[in-house]
């Protein structure tokens, strides 16, 4: 007979229909020794809310569900020091920092998903990225049973990049010490926020951000998606002054010294891939930078649609994209190629 698997539907904001071995939510720290101690020789994959997830087939291990909660305050002369849980909400917690009056994280409003998954991706949105404000990250080494405390420096924060995602990507977050200064100063060099103005208040930021988010992106709860599926491309600035002269209306950001970013939903857009679908898989209409379950999706849908679209771009544009959505394969994390060659 065999054993009753977990659905993960409810566990990723793609809604997709796959299922885990074994799955336990935590919710006490005390859980934690006694399920490493009964620990079996199998994949482990740590969900916050599953809201940058691609499960591209059935996970044959355990997943465990981060919802740890609690949020300490310390006061010093010249910043707020946040110790937050890793199962706290992330916007909840930008929420609760304006309302107390310690701003910083506005721009980051409206980023789904968990305090956990924070440092993982390093989150960023309108110039600002969780490494700014990061101060320690508390994890528990999932090999050893050991509880790590890692310094900003230490997490190797990257691009939706950090340590979490490659040497260890076996720790679970169990905290992130954020730090927010008391000398706060607005961001305001992307997009809609310009229009503000440098006398433009935390609240007022907050308030844009979330406007624009909400007109542009689809609610998970409404139709399936895990947000920006692809990265926004970094190339030579050589490179990215000459597509400027063939499109002249192409965001063009400055990166590190050399190189230059591309908005990666206007090169989608441009590629008349917007309401392309492969069965119930869609290109969003609104932002093309989004990839969404128009219902009954699969992963083959997505992960077919998801190589169309790298596809046309990099034959337009000459600019291949990677995804910024986390792949996860039966035994763990995956690349889309790899995912694409599983089902071929």
């Known amino acids: 007979m065999q054993p009753i698997q977990a659905s993960l539907a409810p566990y990723n904001t ?12 935590l919710e006490q720290r005390e859980q934690l020794l006694a399920l490493w101690q009964t620990r079996r020789d199998e994949p482990l994959l740590i969900v916050g809310e599953g809201s940058n997830l691609l499960f591209t087939a059935p996970f044959h291990g355990l997943v465990l569900v981060n919802r740890l909660k609690g949020i300490n305050v310390t006061d010093t002369d010249d910043a707020w020091l946040l110790k937050v849980e890793g199962g ?3 916007h909840q917690l930008v929420c609760r920092t304006l309302e107390q ?18 440092p993982i991706q390093n989150i960023g949105a309108y110039g600002v990225e969780l490494a700014q404000f990061c101060e320690q990250v508390e994890s528990f080494d999932w090999h050893t049973g050991e509880i790590h405390h890692w310094s900003a420096a230490e997490c190797a924060f990257g691009y939706r990049d950090s340590v979490f995602k490659h040497e260890a990507r076996h720790h679970l977050i169990l905290s992130v010490t954020l730090r927010l200064p008391k000398r706060w100063q607005p961001v305001l060099g992307y997009g809609p926020l310009a229009e503000l103005g440098e006398a433009a208040t935390a609240q007022q930021i907050f308030d844009r951000v979330c406007a624009t988010r909400q007109a542009k992106l689809p609610d998970p709860a ?10 926004n491309p970094k190339v030579v600035t050589a490179q990215a002054e000459a597509l400027k002269l063939a499109w002249p209306a192409l965001p063009v950001f400055a990166a590190e010294a050399g190189r230059s970013k591309l908005a990666a939903g206007w090169l989608i857009d441009k590629a008349g891939l917007k ?3 492969i069965g ?9 930078l989004v990839l969404v379950n128009h219902g009954g999706a699969t992963a083959e849908d997505v992960l077919r649609l998801a190589a169309l679209v790298r596809e046309r771009v990099e034959q337009l544009f000459g600019v291949r994209l990677e995804p910024e959505v986390r792949m996860i394969g039966p035994n763990g994390e995956t690349h889309l190629d790899e995912a694409l060659a599983c089902l071929n």
């Open 280 to 288: 119930g898989a869609g290109v969003h209409t609104e932002q093309a």
């Open 101 to 118: 009056r310690m701003p910083g994280l506005e721009n980051l409003a409206l980023i789904p998903g968990t305090v956990g998954a924070s």
């Open 222 to 231: 409404v139709l399936g998606n895990a947000g920006s599926f692809f990265k």
């Open 88 to 90: 706290e909400n992330w």
């Open 14 to 25: 793609f809604a997709l229909a796959q299922t885990a071995d074994r799955l336990t939510v």
């Open 275 to 277: 309401g392309t679908r």
